[in-house]
């Protein structure tokens, strides 16, 4: 069974830097794209950046210039770099990961609150 770990998340002021990391384990396959997901209360989930294995990336507009997403070194293994944060960046963020003709894998989500 696949399983999503993230880590990386806390608490940061306005204007910092916090680093999102997802690893996948459970399977040996690399998936067709991998990206972090954010929520706010009584909201859904939204998109913040997706990187895909050609390489490509997609981002938020809110996010961009500011945000960066990559892979790591290990297979499905995947970094957001986040830099000047503000505090309408404060939500819960979840680690997805997407195989074709499969169901989205989810991680357990990590809390970024950033303070004014």
């Known amino acids: 069974q696949v399983q999503l770990v993230e880590s990386g998340g806390g608490l940061v002021q306005a204007g910092g830097s916090l680093r999102l990391s997802c690893a996948a384990s459970?399977?040996?396959?690399?998936?067709?794209?991998m990206g972090w997901y954010r929520q706010y209360p009584g909201k859904l989930r939204e998109l913040v950046a997706l990187?895909?294995?050609?390489?490509?990336?997609n981002y938020a507009d809110s996010v961009k210039g500011r945000f960066t997403i990559s892979r790591g070194s290990a297979k499905n293994t995947i970094y957001l770099q986040m830099n000047s944060l503000k505090p309408e960046d404060t939500a819960l963020y979840y680690c997805n990961a997407k195989a074709f003709a499969q169901p989205d894998n989810w991680g357990q989500g990590t809390q970024v609150t950033v303070s004014s």
């Open positions: 990187v895909r294995t050609t390489g490509s990336t």
């Open positions: 459970g399977t040996t396959k690399s998936f067709d794209a």
